[in-house]
């Protein structure tokens, strides 16, 4: 075991720079702040951001992350005895925690509570779902533009279909469309983790 990490470690070195210097950090600066403008608009005049705002300037972090995988060093580092799962795990420990705080930020700026645990379940939820998704639609597009179609499957789950079903629509993470917030997030967060790992064993990858 101890041999294996440190073989993994050793591997994930030269790989980290590559892998987070083509991580879109533009775009997401550019959702960031779109983010924060929806959230401090939600805010404005004692308004309570957490039912739309903040759903809202959530979907759009997860939608950054869809682009995740579209790995434009993969070419340089393919040909690497590191298996692709550890490659994109890399690109996971940083990205993600980014994520994270600037959705911290985001709850910062729209409230003084402290984020509940159906904003988390919510979050946690996305996050899942966006690495899912890219995850497997990457593979299934030559141009290696996979994330847009990752887009569609994100805001449909996040935002179209509580929409749609819910009754009454909402895209609270309070209240969610089918059951309660705890059985709801987590179902989508663990169906999403399951598509996540099998898309990353041998018989589904394509590269």
Known sequence: MDGSFGLR??????????SARTIRWT???????????????????EGDPTP?????ATALLCVWLCFLFEDLAAETVGASPTPLAFRRALRVAVAVPATVLMWLAFTWLGTSARPTVQMVGSMLAGIALSLAAGAVTVPLTDSNRGGYAAIAIVVFVLLVLPVAIGRPPSIDPATPPLGDPFTYW???TSCSCVVLALAHMPPFQRR
């Open 9 to 18: 470690r050793a591997q994930g070195r030269p790989l980290i720079r590559p």
């Open 186 to 188: 987590a179902a989508i």
């Open 27 to 45: 775009s997401f600066a550019l959702v960031s702040g779109a983010g924060a403008l929806i959230v401090w608009a939600g805010a404005r005049e």
């Open 52 to 56: 739309v705002a903040l759903p809202i």
